[in-house]
Structure formats: structure tokens, C-alpha cells
């Protein structure tokens, strides 16, 4: 938990909105849960990507796109907000 806290505090500071479910439930729940809520991205954390400092990264569509450094992905959801935003 305690470095699913600190990405989700590096998430914060770079502006990206968040949030950690601690709830007891198995991984595939929260996943489907998350999925069937339209959550655009899901970052999954446990021991190994601790260890390596990295995200493991899904999408509300199934899709799994591995394993990626934090700040890779915080480039990538930043870059992907301002295409949104100048598109409005």
C-alpha cells in the first residue's frame, strides 16, 4: 500500500486525477469493477513493480498494456489531457 500511496501521490502533484482502492477484494474484482465504472486507466502495483519502480497498465476496454515506468506513463496521460483539453 505503501507505494500504490506514493504513485497515486506523484499522479496528484502532476495534476492527473486518482485514487487507490484498499478495499479487501480479490485483483480480477476490482478490475472488473473498474471496467464496468468507465474508469479510463487502471494502474495495478504490487510487490514486483515496487521493486522495479514501474506501473502495470490497463484500460477500461481489457486492454493490457504491461508493465511501464511511472513517469513514462504520467508523460503519456499529461500529453493525452492537453489533446483533450485544446480539442474543446
Known amino acids: 500500500m505503501d507505494y500504490a500511496q506514493s504513485v497515486l501521490n506523484k499522479l496528484t502533484e502532476a ?38 519502480g514501474t506501473v502495470s497498465v490497463r484500460t477500461r476496454n481489457g486492454e493490457d498494456h504491461g508493465a511501464m515506468a511511472l513517469d ?12 483533450r483539453t485544446n480539442c474543446l
Not at 474484482?29 to 515496487?50: C, D, H, N, S, W
Open 15 to 52: 495534476g492527473i486525477r486518482a485514487e487507490v482502492d484498499t478495499r479487501a477484494e480479490k485483483i480480477g474484482y476490482k478490475i472488473r469493477e473498474a471496467q464496468t465504472a468507465k474508469i479510463p486507466y487502471m494502474l495495478v502495483v504490487g510487490e514486483k513493480e515496487a521493486q522495479a
Open 72 to 83: 513514462e506513463f504520467t508523460a503519456h496521460i499529461q500529453k493525452e489531457i492537453k489533446e
